[in-house]
């Protein structure tokens, strides 16, 4: 059965910083490219990041580039999300996902698992 399990949530003021743990189990975590997407009350969820197999390549959306980073760390099934620079605007519950697509993707249709998600609150 396969399972992410997201961490690291919480609330913070607007500047500040949080670091989302996304831990992977029963499948076989080097197959997959791995990606974050949000969605906040009443919109859409969208796109946030993903990164490649080996880590090697990552593709951000346009609200978070500069200030979001993904990476990964395949020995311990485990990607991760680094959100700089804080907004009142990245308010939202925060999911992570896995992929066979080939190389990364920013589309919710070619995910096929994804996690419970973890609330991020921003305040002003």
């Known amino acids: 059965q396969v399972q992410l399990v997201e961490s690291g949530g919480g609330l913070v003021q607007a500047g500040g910083s949080l670091r989302l743990s996304c831990a992977a189990s029963?499948?076989?975590?080097?197959?997959?490219?791995m990606g974050w997407f949000r969605q906040a009350p009443g919109k859409e969820r969208e796109f946030v990041a993903t990164?490649?197999?080996?880590?090697?390549?990552?593709y951000y959306g346009d609200p978070v580039k500069g200030r979001f980073a993904v990476s990964r760390d395949n020995a311990r099934n485990t990607v991760y999300l680094q959100m700089n620079s804080l907004k009142p605007d990245d308010t939202a519950v925060y999911y992570c996902?896995?992929?066979?697509?080939?190389?990364?993707?920013?589309?919710?249709?070619?995910?096929?698992?994804w996690g419970q998600g973890t609330q991020v609150t921003v305040s002003s």
């Open positions: 996902a896995a992929t066979q697509a080939a190389g990364y993707s920013n589309w919710r249709v070619d995910y096929d698992y």
């Open positions: 029963g499948l076989t975590f080097g197959s997959y490219a």
């Open positions: 990164i490649t197999r080996s880590g090697g390549n990552t």
